[in-house]
Nanobody
Framework: QVQLVESGGGLVQAGGSLRLSCAAS????????IGWFRQAPGKEREFVAA????????AYADSVKGRFTISRDNAKNTVHLQMNSLKPEDTAVYYC???????????????????WGPGTQVTVSS
């Protein structure tokens, strides 16, 4: 079974940067799309970014375009989310997830994802 674990969250001032990582263990990382989602208190979980494993196609939510960058390291079974120019509204628990049924696409909806990590807290102070 695939296990996903996020890391890299923390407290940062507005305008700062954080780099989140999603590490996978178990099944090979090479055959599915990985996405990042976030959930703020009292709000629904929302899509942030995704990357396909074949072709490296990426997708971003409009709210993070130009500020966040998703990338992958196949050799280390890891996906990163570089977050720059952070805003207080980026405060949330960030989750990575695996879509086992998509290899070349970039899934953007929660229902497409099969396995989730426990999440990592990101807090941006104003």
């Amino acid at each position: 079974q695939v296990q996903l674990v996020e890391s890299g969250g923390g407290l940062v001032q507005a305008g700062g940067s954080l780099r989140l990582s999603c590490a996978a263990s178990g099944r090979t990382f090479s055959s599915y799309t990985i996405g990042w989602f976030r959930q703020a208190p009292g709000k629904e979980r929302e899509f942030v970014a995704a990357i396909s494993w074949i072709g490296g196609r990426t997708a971003y939510a409009d709210s993070v375009k130009g500020r966040f960058t998703i990338s992958r390291d196949n050799a280390k079974n890891t996906v990163h989310l570089q977050m720059n120019s952070l805003k207080p509204e980026d405060t949330a628990v960030y989750y990575c997830a695996a879509d086992f049924n998509t290899v070349t696409g970039t899934s953007t909806t929660i229902s497409e994802y099969d396995r989730w990590g426990p999440g990592t807290q990101v807090t941006v102070s104003s």
